[in-house]
Structures are given as structure tokens and as C-alpha cells.
């Protein structure tokens, strides 16, 4: 005898609503609970490495949306062609799709405005570390800047302090909205001089208590491997931090455009220096100042 639990089908209306608004979790009341992983996974993986793929697409061809139409489809045709005799699982309910969206989405903001989040280069300003298009994964931990979509959501004094070599994500002094990455050359209390394509550092010291350091140039090795006409590539050493920059020995430094006029500043407190890995096509600190320590939304944790 078929039981009423055996005769259930997925109301095609309630569908179409959770095939619409709820994305992958429709496929757990449709009884699909794999096809609901697989989706899912699919999902994180065009977010992962959707905007390494965008140079090769056309520029009306969005990944994730696709996907998005792809599962509404597939979530429709398998509501109107379910089988009403197979065993129905205890997730194809519309309640437990709902929740598990309301729990996944407060899971992924709360991540995003607190711990983790995703960015994409948008220039080839910090080549050949980042190129265009590569997705970091930026630790904001410790940091208190909490944003979302652009939008301010609260700020605090962290707790946290960027090392020299660091790469850092940060809302660009002069337009609060943009996010730049570049890497932390100078501390708060450091004196940076630029002498041609050479970056001198003096650390932070009180004169009164110690001798100060003196200037120590950042050391360079040409690296032959990374090169890439008509830049030249380097690895340039900043304590512990070993990283690649280039270098286009045809373009003379733009020293006219230079922060206040000059090539030596005494980085202030609660401010950092920072500058690009593609030196000759960045706009840094070299051009528009320091970044303060408030304006740092993290550091880069990884890259791809």
C-alpha cells in the first residue's frame, strides 16, 4: 500500500520561489540533497576563480549568474518530473531550505564583515606578485574595519599592526570607496627616501635613548625568470620578506609628482608607507601620502 509520505511532490510554485531566491538550498526540497553539495560546490569554485576567468570571457558573460539561471532550470525540471514513489528525505521541506539559507547567509556575512574576504586586482600595479584578475583572500582579523559593499558598517581601533613586506587591502586615502593593494615598506615612525628606482628605510628609533640606525637600501637581485619586456624583474628583500618587483629601466622616476615635492618623508604616527611590486606603474605613497592605519582593511592572506 503507498503511503501518503511515498505520494508527496514538490509544489511547483514553492519551487519556483526557492529556485529564485535560494539558490542551491531549492535542490534540498526538491529531494536532491547531492545535487544540492554539487551545486554548492560548484558555486564556491566560480567565486574562487570566476574573476581569474574573466580576461578570457566575453564582457556580458557573467559565471555566476549563469550558474544561477542553470540551477533555477534544473530545480523547475526536477519539481515537474518528480517521481512521487521514491522515499522523501527529511530536508524536502520548504522550511528546512529556508533555514539553511538564512543560516548559510548569516554564516558568509558575518565571515566577510568579521574574519575573511575575497578581493580581485583590479590593475597590474603590484606585478609580477598579483597580476590582474587574482583573487586574495584578505585576513581582517584584528584590523576593526568592517565593511560591506562598500558600505560602512563600523570602525574600530585595532588591535592589529601591519609588518614591512606585508601586503595589505586598504580604502584609499583620497576616495574612501576604492580598495587598493600594495605592500608596507614604512612603519610609523620610519624615514623613507627614494634615491632613483632605490628605496632607502631608516626604522623608527627615539634619539634620545639610542643611536639611530643608518639608512639601509633595500636589497635588489635581478631575476632574469620573471622578466617581462620592457620590465625588468627583481627579488627585493624587506627583513624576513623576500618578494619580486618590476623594474622599466626605460622610464626615468617621476620625481615632479612625488608626495609634497619630495623623495625623503618621516612616515607619521598611526600612518604607513607603502608602495607597488610593479614600481614603474603604481600609484603609491610615492604620489598621495600615508595610509593610516584606520584605512586598513586587512592583510593578504593568500593569492591566486
Known amino acids: 500500500m503507498t503511503t501518503e509520505k511515498q505520494l508527496w511532490k514538490p509544489n511547483t510554485w514553492v519551487s519556483v520561489i526557492l529556485g529564485v531566491f535560494m539558490q542551491p538550498f531549492a535542490f534540498l526540497y526538491v529531494n536532491r540533497g547531492r545535487l544540492f553539495f554539487a551545486y554548492l560546490s560548484l558555486f564556491a569554485l566560480v567565486a574562487l576563480i570566476g574573476p581569474k576567468l574573466t580576461p578570457f570571457l566575453p564582457s556580458y558573460i557573467d559565471l555566476a549568474f549563469l ?4 540551477m533555477f532550470i534544473h530545480t523547475l525540471w526536477l519539481a515537474k518530473t518528480y517521481d512521487s514513489n521514491q522515499p522523501r528525505s ?5 522550511w528546512v531550505s529556508l533555514l ?9 556575512l558575518f565571515t ?11 590593475s597590474s600595479s603590484m606585478s609580477p606578485t598579483l597580476t590582474p584578475n587574482s583573487v586574495v583572500v584578505v585576513n581582517k582579523l584584528g584590523y576593526e574595519n568592517h565593511r560591506l559593499a562598500g558600505i560602512q558598517l563600523k570602525k574600530e581601533s585595532p588591535s592589529k599592526r601591519p609588518q614591512r613586506g606585508n601586503l595589505i587591502v586598504f580604502q584609499f586615502p583620497e576616495q574612501l570607496s576604492i580598495n587598493y593593494i600594495s605592500r608596507v615598506v614604512g612603519l610609523p615612525g620610519d624615514t623613507i627616501a627614494l634615491k632613483g628606482k632605490q628605496v632607502f628605510i631608516q626604522p ?10 643608518p639608512m639601509q637600501a633595500l636589497h635588489q637581485i635581478e631575476q632574469g625568470a620573471i622578466s617581462e619586456p ?3 624583474g627583481y627579488s627585493e628583500s624587506i627583513e624576513e620578506h623576500t618578494y619580486n618587483i618590476w623594474l622599466n629601466k ?11 615635492g619630495k623623495s625623503k618623508w618621516k612616515v607619521p604616527d598611526n600612518h604607513y608607507f607603502v608602495l607597488g611590486d610593479n614600481r614603474d ?5 610615492r604620489y598621495w601620502g600615508f595610509v593610516p592605519v584606520d584605512n586598513i582593511i586587512g592583510e593578504v592572506a593568500l593569492s591566486w
Open 100 to 108: 539553511g539559507f538564512i543560516l548559510f547567509l548569516v554564516l558568509i
Open 67 to 70: 550558474l544561477l539561471i542553470l
Open 90 to 94: 527529511w530536508y524536502a521541506n520548504w
Open 204 to 213: 623608527a628609533c627615539d634619539t634620545l635613548d639610542a643611536q639611530c640606525a
Open 230 to 232: 620592457p620590465y625588468q
Open 281 to 285: 606603474n603604481s600609484l603609491d605613497s
Open 112 to 122: 566577510r564583515i568579521n574574519a575573511f574576504e575575497l578581493f580581485a586586482a583590479p
Open 250 to 260: 626605460h622610464a626615468s622616476p617621476r620625481t615632479e609628482r612625488y608626495y609634497q
